[in-house]
């Protein structure tokens, strides 16, 4: 219940940052679609500007000294996760049937090359986008069966989760001299 009542403070919080005087009310479910898309968004170009030669990199290979590196994933399994994650958390909020081959937790292992990976990441964003369309202030608080949390927590933690693999490849991206898509932009 305590991950309910935080979830609907963060959409509270959220809905009243992004109104002012002029806008027009938003709903619940385009409050989160917002962010399904900005997560979305850095995800994607941050995939799409490491070089295919670079997508299977994992700083364990720079055998840094005092680091502890071993085992982490690679760039290509870090967006596979995040991908069979989003599965993991938006399904029971649409109602959709898990994909078959999610595996462990790192997406599917017959996925190799840069394009496929994506593409996987882009149709778990596209569930994000369908649980997100789907909240109401009257769905919102339901817990889908076979869960522990209600729909509104399942779809917002999928866009923290995904914020916090977002970092680990924006380091990644820096191992290898590349300057993420998001720090190239100017800030307000």
Not at 47 to 73: C, H, T, W
Not at 127 to 138: F, I, M, W, Y
Request: glycine content about 6%; aromatic content about 10%.
């Amino acid at each position: 219940m305590k991950a309910a009542l935080l979830s609907a403070l963060f959409l509270v919080a959220a809905f009243a940052f992004g109104q002012s005087s002029s806008a027009a009310p938003q709903s619940v479910s385009s409050t989160v679609d917002r962010e399904v898309s900005a997560v979305e968004s850095l995800i994607i170009g941050a995939a799409e500007v490491m070089p295919d030669a670079d997508f299977n990199f994992s700083p364990e290979s720079l055998k840094i000294q005092k680091s502890d590196y071993q085992g982490v994933r690679n760039f290509a399994t870090e967006l596979k996760h995040i991908g069979a994650s989003n599965y993991f958390l938006w399904s029971p909020v649409t109602g959709d049937k898990l994909p078959n081959d999610l595996g462990n937790g790192n997406g599917p292992d017959k996925l190799k090359s840069k394009a496929e990976i994506i593409q996987f990441v882009k149709d778990s964003f596209a569930l994000g986008h369908k649980a997100a369309a789907s909240l109401t202030p009257e769905t919102m608080l339901q817990v889908p069966n076979g869960s522990k949390s209600c729909r509104l927590y399942l779809a917002t933690f999928g866009v923290a989760h995904a914020y916090d693999h977002y970092g680990q490849m924006v380091e990644y991206l820096r191992m290898n001299g590349i300057v993420p898509p998001a720090s190239r932009v100017k800030s307000d």
